[in-house]
């Protein structure tokens, strides 16, 4: 069974392993995935005495699902708010830092988390979301074809999406995981959370109440981070990602995992796995 993490924003489903007194590492799942995209890392890290938390985000667990019709719910404020606050309730913050990992979305989530609170985080991670503003130009450049790559972030805002993703049994969601590289055991993980209407539409109420990803926007970060791109990546092109470095003022590495797609953890878990034990022993608290 989950465990949860509550905060004052609700009641979030978690997968916690690891010591309760190790370094807190948080885990920020991307669309159209669940708390389950950490499946191989949390027992990696665990082992090493990392005390792992990977959460369902907001809309995602059950407990922590405003109305999804009203924008406001859904702000990129109220998802950087949410990782504050289940820090908080952790025993996390500025006075005694975590590390972050985040994957698409949650990558976006990530990096404004670091801009808005670079004392709370001793490290950061992202898989595939490049930097905000490496990713602005990349789409104003239609470099590698940027704007084709990110056009499902339109359709998103059609409201007769989540039928059309959940009809036949989530046919069109189950085969958009698997023909991205995604085994069929971890989409049905994914599909546990997200084969529900109600999740669902919280889900892509992010992209609503976002206007455009496109929009979003950190300074430049001043956290150590690692950045890890798949050059197969079907959602971000060679430009936004080796772009994303110019945008961090503070030890960088960036990983470029050949053959890799944009479900990293899911096609190349140990590289990933591999990649952040290294990275987070650098900066032990």
């Not at 109420?205 to 496109?214: E, I, L």
Request: aromatic fraction near 8%; charge should be negative.
């Amino acid at each position: 069974m989950p465990s949860t993490v509550t905060t004052a924003a609700g009641t979030f489903t978690a997968e916690i392993d690891g010591p309760d007194d190790g370094p807190l590492v948080l885990f920020l799942h991307g669309y159209p995935q669940s708390r389950h995209t950490w499946r191989a890392q949390q027992p990696a890290l665990a082992a090493e005495g990392w005390r792992t938390v990977a959460i369902d985000q907001r809309g995602y667990s059950p407990g922590a699902r405003p109305d999804p019709s009203e924008p406001a719910n859904y702000h990129v404020d109220a998802l950087v708010g949410d990782v504050i606050a289940v820090a908080a309730a952790l025993g996390h913050g500025e006075t005694q830092p975590f590390h972050l990992v985040g994957h698409d979305w949650g990558g976006a989530v990530a990096w404004l988390v670091a801009d808005r609170h670079p004392a709370a985080l001793a490290s950061l991670c992202v898989l595939s979301r490049p930097h905000p503003r490496a990713f602005r130009a990349a789409l104003e450049a239609d470099a590698d074809g940027q704007r084709h790559r990110s056009r499902h972030h339109k359709a998103f805002h059609d409201p007769d999406t989540a039928r059309l993703l959940l009809e036949d049994d989530a046919r069109r969601l189950r085969r958009g995981l698997v023909d991205n590289g995604v085994p069929a055991a971890n989409a049905e993980a994914y599909l546990s959370v997200l084969n529900d209407p109600a999740a669902l539409e919280a889900a892509l109420a992010w992209y609503r109440s976002a206007g455009t990803v496109s929009a979003l926007d950190a300074a430049d970060i001043v956290v150590p981070t690692l950045y890890l791109w798949g050059d197969h990546d079907q959602s971000v092109g060679r430009a936004a990602a080796e772009g994303t470095g110019v945008h961090v003022r503070a030890p960088y590495r960036f990983v470029e995992v050949p053959d890799g797609g944009h479900f990293l953890t899911d096609d190349h878990p140990s590289v990933v796995t591999d990649a952040l034990l290294a990275h987070l022993a650098a900066y032990r608290t």
